[in-house]
């Protein structure tokens, strides 16, 4: 089979912060082409209730994979993965789907404070899934689930090129700083693709240096073990299409958009 014959990987967030994991996932798959879906017409999944989200989702999925027939599908998008994740593969039993889930088991591996946060959308912080991989891997620890309202679209328009002031984003990442008995808070999960986006500017507001963890790479690593890489490869060049579900994204995102080597059909 040659590259030209591959199929393509699917890489779909709600927003454009699975561009985070895209960038990841090329590095590892260059023999790949993608298809990278932005559900922006229903973004933030955060306002949705659950089983209208759910329906939507397995919904639009179904179009999805008639639509472009892919290899795997990346849920790049923590909220979207540890609600229906499960659904989806349930509903799509011959699809292989990789998930973006907190990355609580290594920042328990890796914390020498034992004070871990989890920066996330108020989706993921409550779900049960959260709840389960905190029990499951870092029941050692004190973790501090902090659910931010507002800093994905925060990142989304920090990413376009928008002025965010320094006090909002203090706002919504000062919980992750806990002070106690003499141990500080040593590593914050950023368990929501967009947040990387933002990683210097919490950096340069963070009351002291912490590790912030990104878990792209690691999405990446697994999508590489499920696509073996074929022999007699070539890397791929020309642009990948961007599929926005509103069919209608503004310039500064079409821009965005082109940085990253997609086009938007």
Known sequence: MTTSELKPILVFDSGIGGLTVLREARVLMPERHFIYVADDAAFPYGGWEEPALKEHIIKLFAQLLAAHDPEICIIACNTAFTLVGADLRAAFPDMRFVGTVPAIKPAAERTRSGLVSVLATPGTVKRAYTRDLIQSFASQCDVR?????????????????????DAAVLAEIEQCFVEEEGRKTDIVVL?????????????RLAPWPVDWLDPAEAIARQARRLVPLPDGFEPLNGIDPAVFTSGNPDFSTRRLMQGFGLTVR
């Open 145 to 165: 689930l902090v659910g931010s309202e507002n800093l994905a679209r925060m990142a989304e328009a920090y990413i376009r090129g928008e002025v965010i002031s």
């Open 191 to 203: 368990a929501c693709t967009h947040y990387p986006f933002m990683a210097n500017v919490f950096r």
